[in-house]
């Protein structure tokens, strides 16, 4: 009797287990918008970054069942690999109804609910500043394309104001959703813009930290942490044109100022302050500044030709991996050009000076 009812037992905690991680996922069109009557709808993990369901349409309405790892961020949408995205949510074994009317509606559980709140907060802010533009255009427009002062004040503080409860509004859905999947939803679509003095402060103890999704936000707060200022600068080895392997410490740290230089042949903005990027080494070499140029450049050609038109005389880096380049990704270089300048102690001083703003920096430092 013992073992039958130990084997019940271990039965129905076996069903529970499956009930746990049952989905249900409807998805109704009722906007008339004839692009969201695909034949096929996707149900896509956005951390596995793969379709785990999908559905065709019967009487209007799209359903996807089934079983998998939960919770988990999904989403539904109109193509396998995740693009044309109908709507984002928590999947979760609370059934979860997707319909598109005049706007978008998520229903299902309290975090979805959560949700959906703190995107339509998000987007009603969006609108606004959107709201703002049109009116200063409108405004320029019946002004012979002028923009009365008074009102460029006006409206750029009311456009302030807005980003500002925009931000809030994404930082409060962060902060105050610790248990669940929320979080590392807004953190990984909005990781530009949250800063990282915040993002690092949450992720410590998010219950969530080693979800997938936000593995590059760690890679991005680990390369910014090494950008910032009073921090040693990190090492990395890179082949020179001739295929000599060099090592930043080969240069930084030896007791002058050292300007890591991101660029590449391809990059019209580099090249257009390559001039000014000349100009300082010219004047302040001969002081000992140096500057070491790390090339995101795929084609030996296309960089050695570029290093010599534009008389680049100062050590050249490049394992010719583009954007993959193991440099621009230490420091998590995305937009080029993009400048490391390394203090005599091998510390951090500043970073991203371009122009103007670069020649005065390095004006102050030799004065």
Not at 353 to 366: M, P, S, V, W
Request: net charge neutral; charged share 25%.
């Amino acid at each position: 009797m013992k073992k039958f009812a130990l084997g019940l037992f271990l039965l129905l905690g076996a069903h529970a287990a499956v009930a746990q991680n049952t989905y249900k996922v409807t998805f109704e069109n009722k906007s008339g918008n004839k692009n969201l009557d695909v034949k096929t709808v996707y149900l896509f993990s956005i951390e596995d970054k793969m379709a785990i369901d999908s559905a065709r349409c019967v009487n209007g309405v799209y359903t996807m069942e089934g079983n998998t790892e939960l919770p988990k961020l999904a989403s539904v949408c109109g193509t396998a690999n995740g693009y044309n995205v109908i709507a984002a949510f928590v999947l979760d074994n609370e059934p979860i109804q997707v319909t598109v009317d005049k706007g978008i509606q998520v229903t299902g559980s309290e975090v979805n609910a959560r949700m959906l709140a703190i995107n339509k907060g998000i987007e009603e802010a969006g609108r606004k500043m959107h709201g703002l533009q049109m009116e200063a255009k409108a405004i320029a427009d019946n002004n012979n394309g002028q923009l009365p002062q008074n009102v460029a004040d006006s409206l750029d503080a009311e456009w302030v104001a807005v980003g500002e409860r925009q931000m809030q509004i994404l930082k409060d859905g962060i902060t105050n959703n610790k248990d669940n999947l929320i979080p590392a939803y807004f953190i990984f679509n909005y990781m530009e813009v949250l800063g990282v003095d915040f993002m690092d402060n949450f992720l410590k103890d998010y219950k969530y930290k080693n979800d997938p999704l936000l593995a590059s936000v760690f890679k991005m707060l680990e390369g910014e942490k090494r950008k910032a200022e009073g921090a040693l600068f990190t090492d990395f080895e890179l082949p020179d044109m001739d295929g000599k392997m060099h090592k930043l410490s080969d240069y930084a740290g030896k007791g002058n100022y050292v300007l890591v230089d991101f660029w590449a042949s391809w990059c019209g903005p580099c090249r257009q302050e390559m001039p000014n990027v000349k100009a300082v080494y010219d004047r302040f070499h001969s002081k000992g500044f140096e500057i070491v140029g790390v090339s995101l450049d795929n084609n030996k050609k296309a960089w050695t030709d570029a290093v010599a038109k534009m008389q680049m005389t100062w050590p050249q880096l490049s394992d010719l991996k583009a954007w993959k380049s193991s440099a621009a990704q230490l420091y998590y270089v995305k937009g080029i050009p993009a400048t490391l300048l390394i203090g005599p102690d091998g510390k951090i001083v500043a970073s991203n000076l371009r122009g103007e703003a670069l020649i005065k920096k390095i004006e102050e430092l030799y004065q």
